[in-house]
């Protein structure tokens, strides 16, 4: 079965410290890749999506990842975190042609200002 | 409305208890989903409706788990003689199309704790 790695579940940091979020999945066919991310109180938000095309995807708020697909891996990051960034970010795979998210367990994020 | 709308945002329920969640989709979205998201981990896939039609029940995790969309918009998860593994943030999604290229917009969940 496809499933999808977070292996920073929790992660503080300093403004205006660079960040690099984890995410692998586990599935060997053609993969559709997003980021969400939860603010305190608020629903699930798109940051970005890769479907195809160039592998380093940039979303809103200053984010990017990067797809890489001999390692499996879509690693979320930004240059310099700020305070308001403080959430909790979940890494999601669709199997082509399908529409079910699988979700990653998330990663907390604290940023200290 | 502007964003998906999920009530209550918090149920308690004693155990045995049968409960219903509801959410309104954006109006004129054609696909809606529900997830089940237990704490500390990432949300799971539970149905998938097309309009009026269930198209995917795989992710209910028993029979006492039932949701309905009859008109096609408005959707109820119904949970029927409630345990303690149940508590956990219900989701709801919705999305203009079918089809995951679309995007979907969550709601902000219904968090229930079975006591």
């Known amino acids: 079965a496809q499933s999808v790695s977070q292996h920073n579940h929790h992660v503080i940091l300093s403004e205006a410290a660079s960040l690099e979020l984890g995410c692998n999945y586990s599935?060997?066919?053609?993969?559709?890749l997003f980021w969400y991310v939860q603010y305190p109180g608020q629903h699930l938000q798109l940051l970005l999506k890769y479907f195809s095309g160039d592998p380093l995807v940039k979303g809103i708020k200053g984010f990017e990842a990067e797809f890489i697909k001999s390692k499996f891996s879509f690693n979320l990051r930004k240059p310099s975190v700020q305070w308001s960034d403080t959430a909790e970010y979940f890494c999601?795979?669709?199997?082509?042609?399908?529409?079910?998210?699988?979700f990653g367990t998330g990663t907390r994020l604290k940023v200290l200002a | 409305g502007a964003g998906v709308s999920q009530s209550p945002r918090y149920k308690v329920a004693k155990r045995g208890q049968d409960v219903a969640l509801r959410c309104d989709p954006i109006?004129?979205?054609?696909?809606l989903f529900w997830y089940q998201q237990a704490l500390g981990q990432g949300p799971e896939f539970l149905t998938y409706f097309q309009n009026e039609a269930q198209l995917d029940k795989s992710g209910l995790p028993s029979d006492r788990f039932f949701a309905e969309r009859p008109e096609g918009s408005v959707s109820t998860l119904k949970i029927q003689r409630t345990q303690q593994e149940d508590s956990a943030v219900y989701l709801c999604a919705s999305s203009l199309e079918a089809g995951i290229d679309y995007g979907y917009t969550f709601g902000s969940g219904t968090r229930l704790t079975v006591v």
């Open positions: 109006s004129g979205h054609v696909s």
């Open positions: 999601a795979v669709t199997t082509s042609g399908t529409y079910k998210y699988i």
């Open positions: 599935y060997g066919g053609t993969v559709n």
